[in-house]
């Protein structure tokens, strides 16, 4: 019997950046796993280092010590299977919201067919934003320009979906919105989900397991598995778990901080 | 009373009327009314001006005696000239953009090639036109080719610089998407860099099509036999101070309506380039 190999797998992973100034280096050493269509979140202070997690599960950076392996294998360059959603929406501001969805397919490969258009109204239609396909970023809200930000990174139909503080730039209530909002799309559609955050309560309230990174260098110093019924909804904010799972999390990361 | 009173609190608070605009405030809203009536004032005053304290023409000509200056020349001969300037200028113009934006696009993509380059960039930018167009003229003799390769320099300084910072001022995180794509970098440039570039290169593109008439007066200035450069250093020279202020008033038009073209293409062809309106 062989044991299926984790989707995204970290083996002592250190990252060291040469700047101007000196070497800073992000991770110390970085152990751990995720599986296939799992949601992990990684939690962390800001500079910790989180979003290096992400590049080098992308294969846009490659580590300085260690391995990063996706699906078994040493990633080496950026995959197809893998979709990015970042901090802010960046939108292309001239093309449509439709053409900004199919803008993968057509910076790959410089041709986008009517499939890929029907593709992209679908995911529209997902994301609540049928109606808007022919109208320019600037004139959608923010919280509406990153759900066209959520519907690119799901065009090529990732296996894995890495999320940078997706909602960090959006205010508290369409936050919350969007994070159930991402669970429904999620559930319908498993994937591997990496979600970096900084708050606590998003996740808790969305993640099968959250991984807390330590201040730089980084290393991972919790690894919590968050055993709320899913699916999940604004119920769930009151659960009893939730209370405990939040203050454990705040405790640790308070104690770290002092 | 106490009841209507009651009535009004409990509904939404009034909307504040704002005053209503005075007549003349209104008027004046109108676009492009205020330059033009502050301009119509100007010219006013100066022909007052020159009649009230008599100032002799060879100082300051009166507008009314510039209008004069224009019939001093026939027509054709005046859309010869205009169209002399124009050419050189328009010419030297695409010449400059044409070569300006592969060279920003290199220095966008080597930060070699930009340390190498960028310093004999500020170099060619500091030598004054005026003195290196005679020589340039001397060099390659007095054909269209040294006025188009003096307007080239006037303007290519600006055109190169904002398109570098433009190609460089792209969301990261659009490389970033580019790269995780492994999309060729060719298309990198043409569908990320040089799309978000464009409201930098609109506004070189503004500031070098005026230096490009001023490019080619300076080479008509040096070496030429029509042109509305040489118009005005002729005039002068024969002392018709009215002809050459006329010969002034036309350039100034055609750098106004040069400008107001690129505006114009701007505002057609890429209006999500332009600044938001609040």
């Not at chain 1, 529209?124 to 990174?153: H, T, W, Y």
């Not at chain 2, 490389?175 to 060729?184: F, M």
Request: hydrophobic residues 50%.
């Amino acid at each position: 019997m062989t044991i299926p190999p984790a989707t995204i797998r970290f083996s002592g992973v250190g990252q060291v950046f040469r700047t101007r100034t000196g070497t800073v280096e992000a991770l110390r050493s970085v152990d751990m796993s995720i599986d296939r269509h799992e949601f992990v979140a990684v939690l962390g202070p800001s500079g910790c280092g989180k979003s290096t997690l992400l590049r080098l599960t992308s294969g846009l950076l490659k580590p300085t010590r260690g391995t990063v392996e996706v699906f078994g294998l040493e990633i080496t360059e950026p995959r197809d299977d893998i979709g990015i959603v970042f901090q802010r929406p960046t939108l292309l501001p001239w093309a449509s919201i439709e053409d900004n969805v199919v803008f993968p397919v057509r910076h790959k490969t410089g041709r986008v067919t009517t499939q890929d258009r029907e593709t992209a109204r679908a995911l529209l239609e997902k994301v609540s934003l049928k109606g808007f396909e022919n109208r320019l970023p600037d004139e959608l809200s923010g919280g509406m320009q990153q759900r066209v930000g959520i519907a690119r990174a799901l065009f090529m139909d990732p296996d894995i979906l890495l999320m940078d503080e997706p909602f960090s730039a959006l205010d508290a209530l369409t936050r919350e919105e969007m994070g159930f909002e991402l669970l429904r799309i999620w559930e319908d559609r498993p994937k591997t989900v990496m979600f970096i955050t900084h708050s606590i309560g998003e996740a808790v309230l969305l993640a099968d397991r959250v991984l807390v990174m330590s201040e730089r260098p980084g290393i991972v110093v919790e690894n919590l598995k968050i055993d709320l019924p899913r699916p999940r909804n604004m119920e769930t904010s009151n659960h009893k778990l939730m209370h405990d799972y939040v203050g454990h999390l705040r405790s640790l990361l308070l104690k770290r901080a002092a | 009373m106490s009841d209507t009173s009651a009535v009004s609190s409990s509904s939404a608070p009034p909307e504040p009327v704002p005053p209503r605009p005075s007549v003349l405030t209104r008027a004046l809203a109108a676009p492009g009314l205020l330059p033009a009536v502050s301009f119509i004032a100007i010219v006013a005053i100066w022909e007052i001006s020159c009649l009230l304290f008599n100032i002799p023409s060879y100082i300051l000509p009166a507008p009314s005696r510039i209008a004069g200056g224009f019939d001093a020349i026939p027509i054709t001969r005046w859309l010869d000239h205009v169209w002399g300037t124009l050419r050189v200028a328009l010419i030297g113009y695409f010449a400059s953009i044409a070569i300006a934006i592969p060279i920003a696009i290199s220095l966008a993509r080597s930060e070699l090639l930009s340390r190498a380059f960028y310093p004999m960039l500020v170099v060619v930018q500091s030598t004054p036109v005026v003195a290196i167009a005679p020589i340039i003229i001397v060099g390659l003799g007095s054909g269209d080719l040294p006025r188009v390769v003096i307007t080239c320099l006037i303007t290519f300084f600006p055109l190169v610089v904002s398109t570098t910072t433009g190609l460089m001022a792209t969301p990261p995180e659009l490389i970033e998407l580019s790269r995780s794509l492994r999309a060729p970098v060719w298309r990198e440039i043409t569908q990320i860099r040089l799309p978000f570039a464009i409201p930098y290169i609109f506004s070189a593109l503004k500031i070098s099509v005026t230096l490009s008439v001023i490019g080619a007066v300076v080479a008509e200035f040096v070496a030429a036999d029509k042109g509305l450069g040489y118009l005005i250093q002729f005039s002068t020279s024969m002392f018709k101070i009215q002809q050459a202020w006329a010969g002034l008033v036309v350039l100034v038009l055609m750098s106004l309506v040069l400008f107001q073209a690129v505006v114009a293409v701007q505002r057609i062809w890429f209006p999500w380039s332009l600044p938001k309106e609040k």
